[in-house]
């Protein structure tokens, strides 16, 4: 019973560095969704995707790339890696007609 | 622009008073609301939710609050126990903005023994 599985759990990057953070989840939800927390700001929406080749942006998409091949499958790229992206980023994925979502356990990512 | 705001960073309650915390949203076309609880290093999980057809639902020691006319929520619970020390997020969802689900800064509650 996985649910919502986040790799990796902890990354550092050098500035200008690319990487991708994967999430995976077995349940078939069809919403999944990218999120950041930052000390003060809250859980802010990246991008998000309603099914398997549909995605949208969120509150602060800038810098980050998303695709949606599958319905199991939402990886979050960092094309270069920039101080600001320091944060701790989770996955959640739903069922359409529910706001209940589930979570992954976080990637803390710190750029230097 | 915040359209979920948790005004309140910190909240320090003793165990088996009542805990308030509050959110307020400028949306008005959310028509669903969700508490979540997130401890250190975890992943915030789902704790109650009201649609805005309603303005109350209970679970055991947790109530939510739905005021539409000031576009507020509060999240009540009693009594605390020093268990629901933990972050704790407001998020709302409209049905005609797809997946987009927006959550507040939250508000951190120490319930003390």
């Known amino acids: 019973n996985a649910g919502v599985t986040q790799t990796p759990k902890f990354q550092v990057l050098k500035t200008g560095q690319s990487m991708t953070l994967q999430c995976a989840q077995d349940m078939n939800h069809e919403y999944m969704s990218w999120y950041r927390q930052d000390p003060g700001m809250g859980l802010r929406l990246i991008h998000y995707s309603v099914g398997a080749g549909i995605t949208d942006q969120g509150e602060v998409p800038n810098g980050y790339n998303v695709s949606r091949s599958t319905t199991e499958d939402f990886p979050l790229r960092l094309l270069s890696a920039a101080p600001s992206q320091t944060s701790v980023y989770f996955c959640a994925s739903r069922r359409p007609g529910t706001g209940t979502a589930f979570f992954g356990q976080g990637t803390r990512l710190t750029v230097v | 622009d915040q359209q979920v705001k948790q005004n309140s960073p910190s909240l320090s309650v003793q165990e088996g008073r009542i805990s308030i915390l509050n959110c307020d949203y400028t949306?008005?076309?959310?028509?669903?609301f969700l508490w979540y609880k997130k401890y250190p290093a975890e992943g915030p999980t789902f704790l109650i939710s009201i649609s805005s057809i309603k303005d109350k639902n209970e679970d055991g020691r947790f109530t939510v609050f739905l005021n539409k006319s000031a576009k507020h929520l509060s999240l009540h619970i009693v009594p605390s126990q020093p268990g629901d020390s933990a972050v704790y997020f407001c998020?709302?969802?409209?049905?005609?903005?797809?997946?987009?689900?927006?959550f507040g800064q939250g508000t951190e509650l120490s319930v003390k023994p």
């Open positions: 949306n008005s076309m959310f028509d669903y």
């Open positions: 998020a709302a969802s409209a049905y005609n903005q797809g997946g987009k689900l927006i």
